[in-house]
């Protein structure tokens, strides 16, 4: 799954993680090769870059954003970068957290009474973020009802409609990790009962506080605006379909390739915004006092050998992304798809 990833060290060699960030043209050939390889003649494509310590070292564009008008993708095309979009999330409740307005102890009830009312074990902002609250997935629960969610146009307080009939959790909070988109949907009707602003509206600012202009959860797809890249699938042939979807907070966020960047010059303390520095490195790191390694504010841990990452991965049909972190070198890789052909980036998951 994050094999291309660690193609890509290889190929960049110990001299440029160790802080030689000219690349040479051998170098850039065999990235170009690794990101195009999936980007036929006349086909959607990607866009993807390489950050380190605060500089991009690589940056390709490949393919049509649109091809019925066969726009190009380009830095300021915007992509729905999925579950990527948690880490926003979580640091929209972090900002809420700094200023007081909650704690991350707090029982979600406390603004949800109406949430599993029988239950005695305390639900807390904090398993919703690491994913050990036990409150099962919205979309396997529609799916178990007969709905195909993507036919649909359902928004978060049907989320919440749907969750407040379930009288039970999947297990006691705090005992298990299991990934529940939501658990993020939640979160951002959190952020709206606190803030008294929609999530779309609190966001938006903290987009632009972080100078990332062109991204923000949609959560009225008939508002999206600026140059999408249209998302296919290939069935013989390229085929595209109509995104009506509501429901923020777990996904539905869409950015660029540049505001992205821009984000990993701010996780590798680099660049401006009217964010402190130790929040977001705050947003980085595991849960403090959380016995669950694998999962934080919106990331994924791992280890590869003794190289340590960051990361998440999202998907939503043919769009797909991954932003993948290497802290001990402070560098980062992030890529947006539009095609349901690359068959090398990531997993689904809610398709």
Not at 30 to 58: C, F, H, S, W
Not at 138 to 163: P, R
Request: aromatic fraction near 14%; include cysteine.
């Amino acid at each position: 799954m994050r094999i291309i990833f660690l193609s890509i060290l290889t190929i960049l060699s110990y001299s440029t993680v160790l802080g030689q960030t000219s690349l040479s043209a051998k170098q850039i050939e065999l990235l170009d090769g690794i990101a195009t390889q999936d980007v036929p003649k006349n086909a959607p494509g990607i866009a993807t870059a390489i950050i380190q310590d605060g500089r991009v070292i690589y940056e390709k564009y490949a393919g049509f954003a649109d091809l019925t008008d066969s726009t190009l993708i380009k830095n300021s095309t915007r992509f729905n970068i999925a579950s990527n979009g948690k880490q926003f999330t979580a640091l929209a409740i972090l900002s809420l957290v700094e200023k007081k307005k909650l704690k991350l102890t707090d029982d979600i009830r406390k603004w949800f009474p109406n949430l599993y009312p029988n239950l005695m074990d305390k639900i807390s902002v904090q398993s919703l973020l690491n994913h050990s609250s036990g409150i099962r997935d919205c979309y396997d629960l529609w799916s178990l009802q007969g709905y195909t969610w993507w036919e649909n146009s359902f928004n978060n307080y049907d989320v919440l409609t749907l969750i407040e009939k379930q009288s039970d959790l999947n297990f006691k909070p705090d005992t298990k990790y299991l990934y529940s988109n939501t658990n993020y949907i939640l979160l951002a009707l959190l952020v709206e009962k606190v803030t008294k602003k929609t999530f779309a509206q609190y966001t938006n600012e903290m987009f632009r506080q972080l100078h990332m202009p062109n991204t923000s959860f949609e959560s009225d797809y008939t508002k999206i605006s600026g140059q999408i890249a249209r998302a296919y699938f290939n069935f013989d042939t390229w085929t595209t379909y109509n995104w009506i979807w509501n429901v923020v907070g777990d996904g539905n966020i869409f950015s660029t390739l540049e505001d992205q960047i821009q984000w990993e010059k701010l996780v590798q303390g680099k660049g401006n915004s009217a964010f402190s520095n130790k929040l977001i490195a705050q947003s980085q790191k595991l849960i403090e006092g959380s016995k669950f390694s694998n999962y934080g504010y919106g990331l994924e841990f791992g280890k590869y050998k003794d190289l340590s990452y960051r990361f998440h991965e999202g998907a939503t049909g043919a769009w797909k992304a991954t932003a993948i972190r290497f802290p001990q070198n402070n560098m980062s890789i992030v890529t947006l798809t539009n095609t349901g052909s690359q068959s090398h980036t990531i997993k689904r998951d809610k398709w």
